[in-house]
């Protein structure tokens, strides 16, 4: 970790200096206009479940969503359906679960990555990363590893790095099938 990096780990107390927090969805800008320049976004607690938002510039959002929310409502925003994006990495991959979120506007792909151990069944685990915004994977055990990104972060995943490695793996190909479909003109999403 280089000095005035900041460490993001499960029990790292929100909000963290100089971050927006957005407390209602009213105080929310639109979606549509920043989900394009969204590096990363992680589900934490704050006064409940919200969402860390990382832009590419490096500003820090709080907002009042879930994870699984903000994901659903990058989607609308990017003209996707959420149904259409599962159906699609199951056919693809064969996989449902952990969908990547894929802006088409900005050929970006965020895998799904788990940041938290929820302590109940309404709490989100994964975070979306911005794959090209990825520097690295260092394990710190069997069961964790740590993400560099290209901001002052480090990121504690919450899983074995050839687990999080292969989720990085399958979303890049994702993202390329459904770029190729797209060009081909058989699959609308």
């Not at 790292?12 to 800008?29: E, K, L, M, Q, W």
């Not at 929310?69 to 990017?78: C, G, H, S």
């Not at 895998?111 to 911005?130: E, S, W």
């Amino acid at each position: 970790m280089t000095e005035g990096s900041l460490f993001v780990e499960e029990k790292t107390a929100h909000p963290v200096p100089n971050a927006v927090v957005h407390h209602s969805t009213r105080r929310v800008p639109p979606v549509r206009e920043w989900i394009s320049r969204v590096s990363l976004w992680i589900p934490v607690y704050l006064n409940g479940n919200a969402s860390l938002v990382v832009l590419e510039d490096g500003t820090q959002w709080y907002v009042p969503w879930k994870s699984m929310n903000l994901y659903q409502r990058a989607a609308k925003a990017v003209f996707l359906q959420t149904q259409d994006l599962r159906r699609a990495y199951e056919d693809a991959l064969g996989r449902s679960q952990y969908v990547p979120f894929i802006n088409p506007h900005t050929q970006t792909v965020y895998p799904a990555l788990k940041v938290r151990n929820p302590h109940t069944r309404n709490d989100g685990a994964v975070g979306y990363f911005r794959l090209d915004a990825i520097q690295h994977l260092r394990p710190v055990s069997d069961e964790t590893c740590h993400l560099h990104t290209h901001h002052p972060f480090t990121f504690d995943i919450l899983m074995a790095k050839q687990s999080a490695q292969r989720r990085m793996r399958d979303a890049g190909t994702f993202s390329i099938l459904v770029q190729h479909q797209q060009t081909c003109g058989s699959v609308r999403m």
